[in-house]
Each structure stands twice: as structure tokens, then as C-alpha cells.
């Protein structure tokens, strides 16, 4: 555990450190859980964002994208239920005097459980080598199979527990399973209870006359109220899907991890309209979908999980979690739900319109079946960052901090570095900055030794750096140094561009979603 603290705070270190990520208004000691993307990291947030896109609407014919607004009128939320039943479950350590998310000290003690599994299988990889069957032992081995049957058993129990609104039986759980205050050391706890995370504001000329508004928790709503303008001009037939990325705001109360959890955020949505009876058969599909685009990023499989949930929303048939394995364990990333016919419903009845689909194959109206597909852009720019992070230990003994990118999503895809600053090396260096700027994010750098230049840009994720030298002069080819393997080769420099967009090209990326097919 400790090992993991010291490797996300290194992560922060670094995200600071070389301008990805910023405390919001640190100059005034900063505001919780609240923060800045800074130079590099609003590239590789807004790569992530492009990413998403491509595969989401531009790959489908049938999902198109909108932008609706943050303020919406305040029965929106009436309706979509979030006024009455928009509550995370806090309890309150009476000693240390500090607040925690109760359902949050549960999975974190599932987390201590599961971490012995993952010891134990780690030993037993090392003991049977390449005959070592991970599922067979999962399910042979005494000692695993206890520790998986305690954490499902307690996961089914709190999921049980939140889904009845029992909070009495959360707290049980709690000190039935001798959770501690990590500040305190102690196990005296309030009673469990719900907070409210909706953000309120108001609207209008003056105090008197204003109307009461929310920030959005989620951008869902904006896709629903929105479903029949868009279905009607877009000429859309079911099934059929509309996306939104945007911000979205909750109260969280006990925020924490950096940009995990965090005040204002970033969603990617997508809300899938289907007919009703064939919501299963849609949501299995877009599971597979989805973790296809994950694993196109190129990271392990082992990074990832499905994690089906115990306690469902009231509107859900169907809900899982893609779970990524951050520095701090395995939590969410992205969300599936089946919401049935629940959001169009209630708006329907709230609104007074009718939100249906003439369905000519059927010759009968209905309200559409939703399957959902949510993303936190902020959680996916923490688990690709995270990931990247690596310190390499050299033959010659030495060190580097590398950050590998995924090459599509890198900031900078190239950095440009003239050997020297004379001989007209720095005029021909900007030559070829220039020209590959047309197409891609380069940089231009000429400070300090070509050595500590290429650490510089290990550490900012730069896939390729590019040495005009010389020899450049006399045969126009430049030496190209690849990140991840540090090999170097000569190249013409006519020959750039195409080794560069070979690399970096969302097409080359979004093609490995096949091999997993």
C-alpha cells in the first residue's frame, strides 16, 4: 500500500512538473478538489476527447453528436429524479472529525482483500512458471477462493444494503468488518447519511424574481430533453445513439485522488435508443464495444475489468463498471447501463410531450429503451497518464523518466533539435518545423545538451525526437530517436511526415479494435 502512495505521488509530481495539470487558483493556496489542465495536458485531454469522438460518432453511422447547454430549466431534474435521490451515503469518524463515503470504506477494505489475491497470485506465477493456470487456481486454491468469496459476499451485502436505503445496515457493515478512521485509528462512527451533490444557483434580474437552477451532475439529461429535435432533423430510425462531451458538476464532499475524483468535470456520453425487448442483446453489445476501444490504446488487458453491479439505479435492468487498475487499485473508469424506457418516460410525463418513436416496421409507437455509455475524461487522462509513468533503469546503471503515451494521444507528437545553434543547423531545424506543422504538434528545441533534451522529452511523452545535424546539409536526412526503444536511424527528411502519421494516426489506432474481435 505504501509502494502505491509513493507511485501516485510521483505521478502528481510529474503531471505538475512538466505542465500537465495544475491546482486550480494556487496562488491563493488553491480550492479543493478543483483543478487546471496547463499546456501539455489540455493537448492530451483534448487528443483523449478526439479519440473518443472518432470512434463514437465519426466510425458509426448511426450516433450523432450535440452540445447542450450546462443550465437547463430545473424540472429537468425533478424528473430525471436527481432533486429527491441524488445522495452519496457519508459517515462521520467521531474522533478524527472527518467525513468519508461510507460505500467508499467498504470497496476500499474489498481492495485490501483483493491485493492479497493478487499477492497470492503472484507467487503462485512465480512458483509454476509457464504452466501456471491463473483461472484453475482462482477457483481451486483454498485461500484465494476464501478471499474471493468474502469480497463478493461483502460487496453483495453493501450493494443490498444501499439499494433498500438501509443506511443502519452499512454502519453495521462497517463495524462488523472493523473498518478504522485511517486518520484516527478508531472505529467510532456516526450514523450513515445522505448528502445531497447537486450544485445550486439562480437565474434572473434580481434577488426577488430569480429562478432557482442547478450545474448539471451529468450530461445525459441535455441527450434526453433533446432526443426528438434530434431524431426528428436528423431523420433518425432506431436503434440509434447521440454523444456529448461536456462538464458536469457535483458536491462532492469527501473528493479526493487527485483528478479521480473531483468538483467540475468532464464527461463522454453516449445514449443509445433502442427498441424495447432489445436492450439486453444492446448492452452486451456496447461492454464489448467499449472495452474493445480500451484495449486499442495498447496497455495490458490486466489493467482492466468488468465489475457488474449489485445495487442498480432505479431506472436500470443492466449496469456494469470497465474498471482500471490505477496506482491506488482498481475503480471505475467507465460506465454501461441499460436505463430502460426511465428517462424518456419522466420526461415525458413532466413535460407533458411525447417523446416516442414511430417504429414502421412495427406500424406502433413507443418509448424508446436507453443503453448508456459514460466516461469521465478526467479519470481517462489520470489512468493513461498514471500508466505511462515509467523510470527506467538503463544498461549503463543510470536512470530515465519516461511518460509512453499512447502515440495517438501524445501532446507533442514530434520535437525537432538542431545538434548545435550554428552553422545554420537551427535555420534548417526550423525549416522542418515548420513544414511538419502543417500536419502534426511538433516542437522546436535547442536548449542544452542533445542528451538532456531527448530526457526532457521522454518525460513529456514525446514519441519521436528529431536531430538535424550536419550531415542534414549534405544529403537532407536527420537522425530519428523513438521514445519507447531510445533506438535512433537515419531517415530522409522527405520521409518524415509519413513515419510520423504511420505512428500517430487515430485511423492506425482505432484499427486494433478488429484484433479483438
Known amino acids: 500500500m505504501a ?23 494556487e496562488i491563493y493556496d488553491g480550492l479543493s478538489a478543483v483543478y487546471d489542465y496547463a499546456q501539455q495536458g489540455v493537448a492530451l485531454k483534448n ?29 429537468v431534474w425533478k424528473a430525471s429524479g436527481h ?28 481492495a485490501k482483500i483483493e491485493a492479497k489475491i493478487e499477492k497470492e497470485l503472484t507467487k503462485a506465477a512465480k512458483r509454476f512458471g509457464d504452466s501456471f493456470d491463473k483461472e484453475q487456481y482462482m477457483a481451486t486454491n483454498e485461500r484465494v477462493a476464501g478471499y474471493i468469496a468474502t469480497s463478493k459476499s461483502i460487496l453483495a451485502r453493501m450493494g443490498d444494503a444501499l439499494t433498500k436505503e438501509d443506511l443502519a445496515a452499512v454502519k453495521e457493515l462497517i463495524e462488523e468488518l472493523k473498518i478504522v478512521c485511517p486518520i484516527s485509528g478508531s472505529g467510532n462512527w456516526t450514523d450513515v447519511k445522505q448528502f445531497n451533490l447537486m450544485f445550486g444557483t439562480k ?22 430533453v433533446n432526443f426528438l429535435n434530434v431524431q426528428k432533423t436528423g431523420r433518425m430510425k432506431i436503434p440509434f445513439g447521440i454523444a456529448q462531451i461536456g462538464k458536469a458538476f457535483r458536491n462532492e464532499i469527501v473528493a479526493r485522488q487527485f483528478i479521480f475524483r473531483q468538483r467540475e468535470f468532464e464527461q463522454m456520453e453516449m445514449q443509445f435508443f433502442v427498441r424495447p425487448g432489445t436492450q439486453k442483446e444492446w448492452y452486451d453489445k456496447w461492454k464489448e464495444t467499449r472495452i474493445k476501444w480500451h484495449y486499442s490504446l495498447g496497455f495490458s ?3 482492466y475489468r468488468f465489475h457488474d453491479h449489485d445495487k442498480l439505479a432505479h431506472y436500470a435492468d443492466a449496469a456494469a463498471d470497465i474498471e482500471f487498475k490505477f496506482p491506488f487499485g482498481f475503480k471505475e473508469l467507465e460506465g454501461i447501463h441499460s436505463r430502460t424506457d426511465f428517462d424518456l418516460s419522466s420526461h415525458e410525463k413532466y413535460s407533458g410531450k411525447k417523446l ?22 478526467d479519470r481517462m487522462f489520470l489512468a493513461i497518464f498514471s500508466k505511462s509513468l515509467e523510470e527506467e533503469t538503463l544498461e549503463n546503471g543510470s536512470t530515465r523518466t519516461v511518460l509512453k503515451l499512447p502515440a495517438v494521444l501524445a501532446p507533442t507528437k ?3 533539435l538542431p545538434l548545435v545553434k550554428k552553422d545554420g543547423l537551427s535555420e534548417l531545424a526550423h525549416e522542418i518545423f515548420q513544414e511538419l506543422q502543417w500536419d502534426f504538434a511538433v516542437s522546436y528545441d535547442e536548449k542544452d545538451a542533445v542528451g538532456r533534451r531527448y530526457r526532457r522529452q521522454d518525460a513529456l511523452g514525446t514519441p519521436f525526437c528529431i536531430t538535424v545535424d550536419h550531415q542534414t546539409k549534405e544529403d537532407q536526412t536527420v537522425t530519428i530517436r523513438h521514445r519507447d526503444s531510445m533506438e535512433q536511424e537515419r ?5 518524415l511526415a509519413g513515419i510520423i502519421e504511420q505512428a500517430v494516426s487515430a485511423k492506425h489506432w482505432l484499427k486494433k479494435m478488429i484484433l479483438y474481435m
Not at 510521483?10 to 495544475?22: L, P
Not at 531517415?491 to 520521409?495: G, L, P, R, T
Open 356 to 377: 416516442q418513436f414511430f417504429d414502421p416496421e412495427l406500424n406502433e409507437s413507443y418509448v424508446p429503451y436507453v443503453v448508456e455509455t459514460s466516461i469521465g475524461v
Open 414 to 416: 514530434a520535437a525537432i
Open 3 to 25: 509502494l502505491q502512495e509513493d507511485d501516485f505521488k510521483k505521478v502528481i509530481s510529474h503531471a505538475k512538473e512538466y505542465g500537465f495539470v495544475f491546482q486550480s487558483s
Open 203 to 224: 437565474i434572473g434580474a434580481s434577488a426577488d424574481s430569480a429562478m432557482d437552477l442547478y450545474l448539471r451532475p451529468e450530461t445525459a439529461q441535455g441527450i434526453f
Open 47 to 75: 487528443n483523449i476527447k478526439d479519440y473518443w469522438w472518432r470512434a463514437m460518432v465519426q466510425m458509426h453511422d448511426n450516433i450523432v453528436g450535440i452540445d447542450s447547454a450546462i443550465f437547463m430549466h430545473p424540472t
Open 491 to 495: 531517415v530522409a527528411v522527405k520521409d
Open 301 to 303: 488487458a490486466d489493467n
Open 83 to 110: 432533486v429527491d435521490a441524488f445522495n452519496d451515503p457519508l459517515i462521520d469518524n467521531k474522533d478524527s472529525k472527518k467525513r468519508y463515503r461510507a460505500d467508499v470504506l467498504i470497496e476500499d477494505h474489498v
